[in-house]
């Protein structure tokens, strides 16, 4: 009967109800705002930065920042040992970390996916298989699997996202599987088999779509955890070759210096804490904005 | 650092008759009874205190506070007599009789003579020994009487005390069977200025004072204490804050800023290790311009190394004017490095048909050594400033070797060797012997003779003057860009007196005392 | 109980033979586990050498079956390095790197309970943002880097504390504080999170309709319902804490596994790294056991279940 | 029962509750969950309360000692004059110490989900006896002996033996009575029962239903019922409040209010009770979906669902106005009893 009379004035738009859930937390809006802004940063990076991130000059090596004596805003955070631009380093470093932590996460979900909604679904011998393996994987501690695999497959870009993306996996087929137990148990899904709907219908129907959820916020952390650790494997000599500027080399060559010219190590930390928090913080507010449990109260 | 004097003996061969005083070496104002302790970072932790075990540079110098061998070599590289008091060499440089010190004990009571020497033997050149075949360069050692060793080699070496030197540490037989080789890296007992009093695992390893040393005065600390401390920032931070007193393997960067710090003293010195480009014609290098000495001499002199030093190195390294060290015997300090002159490069160029250059591989590999890609995209970018252009392909280290190994890199690769012994002639035959090395790409009929000769004369000088000799063929006929030879950087605590590091890294804290 | 614990015995053992085989194809992922092991300029000669020594030329299933048998005597070879029996050397660590991770643990717990708790007690309120704020810090620092600045400040600057060595309790600050700071990020989010979560439950509202007050509901009711959230995270970040000790224990020269796991990979010591990692996936297998029984001892669900 | 209602005409009421309004600040806009309301409650008796979900008759009863979520609700104004042999207060203006003393003590509870109202990891005797030494005298043995009593009392056989008993080895039905000895240990003057039955099934809904009804006669206990079950609160209540849209629409003896009902919402759910006792959702024949509560009220609520709607509905917000019997009242615009719009005092 006549929904349309029912009093809409109270009810806030759309739009107003987006806002309102990004401006109600601050710390979300403030992550939104600066990952998209590292994103950019990466795509963007030959047009912002100011100079060539490779190019050294030996001359100029181990030039404080700007706003320090003897910097010159030439180089605006200063350069490295080997008088290369800091920023633009940082800047393109962007790009090696996005990229460890998006393919990286592609690669560990995809897995993930595929295996969990296959032990979730079909259940049995598959699902006690699948979920061995899973467990196998997450009883040996990350970082120790990271390293021993890193250190005997060597070192490049490939390799880096290639392990991050299949010690990861496991995670993830945990999730999915979870969901997918606890999906096939809710009433529509028992009524969809009921109405006779093939397997390949519920899986993407009904199953995939309650995934995407979850598995984004848990996404959003994992690439956060993997740029910690890209920079982790960088310390210990064990990421890409040397001849990238990624912020764990940076970091790793800046130790050196971290008491004389600090800011060699100090800003590529920065940045890692920074792009860090920013998927922390994305993925609390998905984490809060996905989940209608919580969305509910204020 | 401070080159001390040492009144040496200048031919081996010769009936040597040396005293511990003679080593002493100018300690100012020495104490008299060994006082005090001596904190020492290490910069890995030692994986045996057994020095014949020993597998790397730090652990052996761990390792070698608490031996003795038969002979030691000091400063210069001049063999001395150590645990031997003389020694007789036959005409045919084959049989070295020594005649060992008498009196000598072990830190257990272990009597010191000829049978130790021969179970030390016996048991050094077993397989499992990290540094057998050190040992097996002697075919035989047999105990003449109880203070005589006879040791014959297949043919002459006139390397061997040198590395007698510097691997045959002299163990006693019946502790040694009792512990096991594992017991005895666990906690060794040698004769040694310092005796073993403790290793607690990866945190310290603890030596004092050896009251009965044979060298009169010596050591001068009574305790050591040697820190593992595996992060080079951590072992700057603890210099310093006084946490030790000794540290090494710094950067220069930290050295630098080491030096304005009130209480460390930096010391710094060139290390037994040379960096080239090496060209190769056994391989990828034939028939390429490279084929021709004058390119190869074109390109020592089209690349401007002195600036890459400045600039890289921050000047803390030495040109390389041949594959040897100022450290290593018949160095012939008479030859200058080539100068960067890429005028005189281009006419070489031109002389040897090339006008406009020449395109040529070029491969370095990363992560290796300090700032060595740098190094590689430096010599690059002077190499096309005369018209030779090269591809330069960076690579993973360990694929890197794989491929040198295969002699599958491109004609022109850069490397590093370093050398131990104190002689380049490892060092020449490793890089030079063509197919017979694996790490070699290069072989010339001339360098072939003069290292088959001076690999069997046991002469010294006679030896130097080959060296001198190959030296100067090697200048003019260069088989290398030669690039440069670095150094190291360590500090002291500024109350440390007569620390005497060497070319090889290696030091003997029996000198050393605190101030 | 005997019954869950027995399933979880059975569970962890099967898991156990899991890892030996999983670090067995680990180590010959490149194919050739001797050439791997060895110097990379070993010469061909050497490396088949010692390809026989170690039984690497034999069959796969071969190598498996000697791999296993010698697994099960706690035998995992010798380490290429230290020539010493390489479990006997990952044993002889142990207590330093216990010792290390328990002072980093209890430092995060301390810290991180009061904050938590305040914090989602007090939601919105300016402990709750700081509570927050040193939960997304403890996240997003990495544990080297605050380790090289707690060099500088503490130990350079300060005099405070020592740089580096295991010589007791005041050179145990430092490290533990930077190894634990990951945990304790952790830690404050999720007591906070749980406690949030608890405080929601109808549980709660019963024990107010009951007219508790706050501190006695606090002790009595979400206590110790967050504990059991916490039982659950800490097995895990104890695992988590083992692969941070590979920086910590570096920077600090800290005489423990994580240390041995950075020396062991850079000597290319697989013996070693081997010994290693089924020993660390074991002690994780022991935690989780642990874990399972703590549940137990905490939850009376599980613990009458049967 | 009659009798019973007769008597309490003479007292003055233990809960007088006037103009109570309750919001909740949502992502989604403001929620007008109570809006107004105003009953009282006498002594012994027991008042059942009816209404869809949402209709705001938890929120009225939880918000009278604050057991809403604060924020997101908020009580916007209002007085609960709670008045017993000791107290003479309004509820609505106590601090947090006040009101913990009259919880459990004075006005005791009993909620709808038995599963997750007992918290897991304390022993269920623990759990009666917290409350006792909360507001007792009792310590110990003999609050431990008290407990035991009381799970007698409501009915939990062998009940020294379940005292160390943890929920989950409960069933539902079980644990509602340990909720019930829970909300009776204090010898409290009221309980609010927040849909107790609703989770059970029908046959222990009955027993838990008698155990309610024997324990407030014997203990002289006014119970607030609230229930979407008008089956259930015939069962159990003297009189009847109904609730809809946050506000109460009709009120009056059950009897009465069930043989007469003057608001067309209650003649919509009488309509639907038949079904009701066989467990099928609510409301089945009230078309139209529940109010949405977005806005202040502004006319009458139930208008968009009412086949009597009419011009005034949509203008005004009627008020609870007496009809005819005595205590029978009912916010509608249109009087059923003579089937036409009521005359309008402007």
């Known amino acids: 009967m006549r929904i349309d009379a029912i009093d809409q004035r109270g009810v806030y738009s759309p739009l107003r109800r987006f806002m309102k859930l990004i401006l109600r937390d601050k710390a979300g809006l403030f992550g939104v705002i600066l990952f998209l802004l590292i994103v950019l940063i990466a795509i963007f990076a030959p047009q912002i930065s100011p100079h060539d991130p490779l190019q050294q000059n030996l001359r100029l090596s181990r030039q404080p920042p700007a706003w320090q004596a003897g910097g010159t805003w030439e180089y605006p955070l200063g350069t490295d040992n080997l008088g290369r631009d800091m920023l633009s380093r940082i800047i393109y470093g962007t790009r090696v970390s996005l990229t460890v932590g998006f393919l990286g996460v592609l690669i560990a979900s995809t897995l993930g996916l595929v295996l969990g909604m296959l032990a979730g679904y079909m259940g049995g011998r598959t699902d006690s298989f699948i979920m061995w393996i899973t467990n196998l994987f997450l009883a040996v501690p990350y970082l120790l699997l990271v390293v021993v695999v890193a250190s005997i497959l060597g070192r490049s870009l490939l390799n880096v996202i290639l392990i991050f993306g299949f010690t990861n996996a496991p995670l993830f087929v945990r999730i999915t599987r979870g969901e997918v137990l606890r999906i096939r148990k809710s009433g529509y899904v028992e009524s969809a088999i009921s109405l006779g709907a093939s397997q390949g219908r519920i899986l993407f129907d009904h199953i995939l779509p309650n995934l995407i959820g979850p598995l984004l916020t848990v996404a959003t952390f994992e690439m956060s955890g993997m740029i910690f650790y890209e920079a982790g494997l960088g310390f210990l000599g064990l990421s890409v070759p040397p001849n990238i500027p990624s912020w764990g080399n940076m970091l790793s060559a800046g130790r050196q210096y971290i008491q004389f010219s600090p800011w060699i190590a100090a800003y590529p930390g920065l940045a890692i804490v920074f792009t860090s928090l920013s998927m922390n913080l994305l993925g609390d507010w998905l984490r809060d904005v996905l989940d209608p449990k919580i969305r509910r109260s204020a | 650092m401070e080159k001390k004097k040492i009144i040496g003996l200048g031919l081996v061969f010769l009936v040597m008759v040396g005293t511990g005083t003679a080593l002493a070496g100018g300690g100012r104002e020495a104490p008299a009874a060994p006082v005090s302790t001596l904190r020492v970072a290490v910069p890995t932790f030692p994986n045996s205190l057994d020095a014949s075990i020993a597998a790397e540079r730090n652990a052996q110098n761990v390792a070698w506070q608490m031996f003795d061998s038969l002979v030691w070599a000091n400063d210069q590289n001049i063999v001395e007599p150590a645990l031997a008091e003389r020694w007789d060499i036959s005409d045919d440089g084959t049989v070295y009789t020594f005649h060992l010190r008498r009196g000598v004990t072990f830190h257990n009571g272990e009597p010191f003579n000829a049978d130790a020497v021969v179970y030390s033997w016996e048991r050094g050149t077993q397989p499992h020994i990290e540094w057998s075949d050190r040992w097996g360069r002697a075919k035989s050692v047999e105990a003449v009487d109880e203070y005589t060793v006879r040791i014959t080699t297949e043919e002459p070496d006139p390397l061997l005390l040198g590395v007698m030197a510097q691997h045959w540490n002299i163990i006693p037989p019946r502790y040694t069977q009792e512990v096991g080789d594992d017991g005895f890296g666990q906690a060794p007992v040698g004769t040694g200025p310092f005796e073993f009093v403790e290793w607690v695992r990866e945190g310290r390893i603890v030596m004092r004072a050896n009251p009965n040393y044979w060298r009169e005065g010596l050591p001068r600390v009574d305790q050591v204490i040697f820190r593992p401390i595996p992060e080079s920032s951590t072992r700057m931070a603890a210099i310093q804050t006084g946490e030790v007193d000794i540290v090494n393997r710094l950067t220069v960067e930290q050295a630098e800023a080491l030096e304005g710090v009130p209480g460390v003293n930096v010391v710094t010195y060139p290390i037994d290790r040379v960096f080239y480009i090496a060209f190769n014609n056994l391989t990828t290098g034939v028939d390429q311009p490279t084929e021709d000495a004058r390119v190869r001499r074109a390109m020592n002199y089209a690349v401007d190394r002195q600036a890459i030093i400045d600039s890289l190195f921050g000047g803390r390294a030495q040109l390389a004017t041949g594959l040897m060290t100022e450290s290593n015997l018949g160095y012939d300090h008479s030859i200058d490095p080539y100068p960067y002159d890429p005028a005189r490069a281009r006419r070489l160029l031109a002389d040897a048909g090339y006008p406009d250059g020449f395109e040529i591989g070029f491969a370095a590999p990363a992560g290796a050594y300090t700032n060595f890609e740098q190094v590689a995209e430096a010599i690059q970018g002077y190499l096309a400033d005369v018209g030779i252009r090269t591809s330069l392909d960076i690579m993973e280290s360990g694929r890197y070797w794989d491929l040198e190994a295969e002699k599958a890199l491109p004609p022109l690769f850069g490397d590093s060797w370093s050398e131990r012994s104190g002689e380049s002639l490892p060092r020449l035959l490793g890089a030079l012997g063509g197919w017979d090395a694996s790490f070699s790409a290069w072989s010339d009929p001339t360098i072939d003779d003069y290292l088959a000769r001076i690999g069997v004369t046991v002469d010294q000088d006679e030896r130097a003057q080959l060296y001198r000799e190959l030296h100067q063929f090697m200048y003019d006929d260069p088989p290398f860009i030669y690039l440069y030879v670095p150094e190291t950087f360590e500090a002291t605590r500024d109350n440390v007196v007569d620390y005497m590091p060497r070319a090889a890294e290696d030091y003997f804290l029996m000198f050393t005392y605190i101030r | 109980m005997q019954r869950y614990l027995l399933s979880r015995l059975i569970q962890s053992v099967v898991l156990m033979i899991g890892v030996l085989v999983l670090v067995f194809f680990i180590v010959r992922l490149t194919g050739d586990p001797a050439r791997l092991m060895m110097p990379r300029d070993a010469s061909p000669e050497n490396i088949q050498a010692f390809r026989e020594a170690m039984g690497f030329d034999a069959p796969l299933h071969v190598q498996f079956f000697n791999y296993m048998r010698g697994a099960l005597t706690g035998d995992f070879g010798r380490s290429l390095h230290y020539r010493a029996p390489a479990m006997s050397l990952v044993v002889e660590r142990i207590p330093a790197t216990l010792e290390l991770a328990l002072a980093a643990l209890f430092f995060a717990l301390v810290v991180s309970i009061p904050l938590g708790i305040i914090g989602g007690t007090r939601p919105g309120s300016i402990w709750d943002t700081l509570c927050r704020g040193i939960g997304l810090i403890g996240q997003t620092v990495p544990n080297f880097w605050l380790a090289l600045m707690l060099i500088v400040f503490f130990s350079v600057e300060l005099r405070w504390f020592p740089t580096f060595g295991r010589d007791g309790l005041r050179s145990l600050v430092l490290p533990a504080i930077a190894l634990g700071f990951f945990p304790l990020g952790k830690f404050t989010r999720l007591v906070r999170a749980s406690v949030l979560e608890i405080r929601n439950e109808d549980y709660i509202r019963t024990a107010y309709s009951k007219g508790l007050l706050e501190q006695h509901i606090l002790t009595r009711h979400i206590f110790r319902n967050v504990a059991i959230t916490l039982v659950s995270i800490v097995g895990v970040q104890f695992g988590y804490m083992l692969g941070g000790s590979i920086y910590i224990e570096s920077i600090f020269a800290w005489p423990g596994i994580g240390r041995m796991v950075n020396e062991a990979v850079q000597a290319r010591d697989f013996p070693l790294v081997q010994a290693i990692a089924v020993f660390t996936a074991g002690f994780v297998v022991l935690l989780n056991l642990l874990t399972d029984i703590a549940y137990a001892v905490i939850d009376p669900r599980i613990r009458y279940e049967n | ?346």
């Open chain 4, 1 to 346: 029962m009659n009798s019973n209602v007769n008597s309490n005409k003479n007292d003055k009421p233990i809960l007088e509750v006037r103009d109570l309004h309750v919001r909740f600040d949502t992502v989604d806009g403001v929620i007008y969950a109570v809006n107004g309301v105003s009953f009282d409650l006498y002594p012994g008796e027991t008042l059942g309360v009816v209404g869809e979900s949402g209709s705001g008759k938890s929120v009225t009863m939880m918000s009278l000692l604050r057991l809403i979520p604060e924020p997101p609700g908020r009580i916007v104004s209002g007085t609960a004059r709670f008045r017993s042999r000791e107290d003479d207060l309004d509820l609505l203006q106590l601090n947090m110490r006040q009101r913990a003393k009259i919880r459990g003590n004075r006005i005791g509870f009993i909620f709808q989900d038995p599963m997750s109202s007992l918290n897991p990891l304390i022993t269920i005797g623990e759990q009666i006896k917290e409350s006792l030494e909360r507001h007792t005298k009792w310590r110990g043995p003999e609050a431990r002996q008290r407990v035991v009593e009381l799970l007698e009392h409501v009915g939990i056989p062998d009940p020294d033996a379940r005292y160390g008993n943890y929920p989950h080895q409960f069933s539902g039905g079980m644990r509602q009575r340990v909720m019930i000895a829970i909300a009776i240990a204090c010898d409290p003057d009221i309980i609010i029962a927040d849909e107790p039955t609703t989770a059970l099934d029908v046959t222990v809904q009955a027993q838990i239903v008698d155990l309610t009804r024997r324990l407030s006669e014997e203990l002289g206990i006014a119970v607030i019922w609230i229930s979407h079950d008008l089956g259930v609160v015939a069962g159990i209540a003297e009189r009847v409040m109904v609730m809809y849209g946050g506000t109460v629409v009709e009120t009056g003896v059950v009897d009465d209010l069930y043989a007469h009902p003057r608001h067309p919402y209650t003649v919509g759910l009488l309509g639907a009770l038949p079904k009701l006792h066989e467990n099928v959702p609510e409301l089945v024949n009230i078309s139209g979906t529940p109010p949405s509560l977005f806005a202040a009220p502004s006319r009458c609520p139930f208008e968009p669902r009412c086949p009597w709607a009419f011009k005034t509905c949509r203008e005004r917000r009627p008020a609870l106005e007496s009809v005819q019997r005595d205590g029978h009242f009912s916010a509608c615009w249109y009087d059923m009893e003579k089937d036409k719009p009521r005359e309008v005092r402007r």
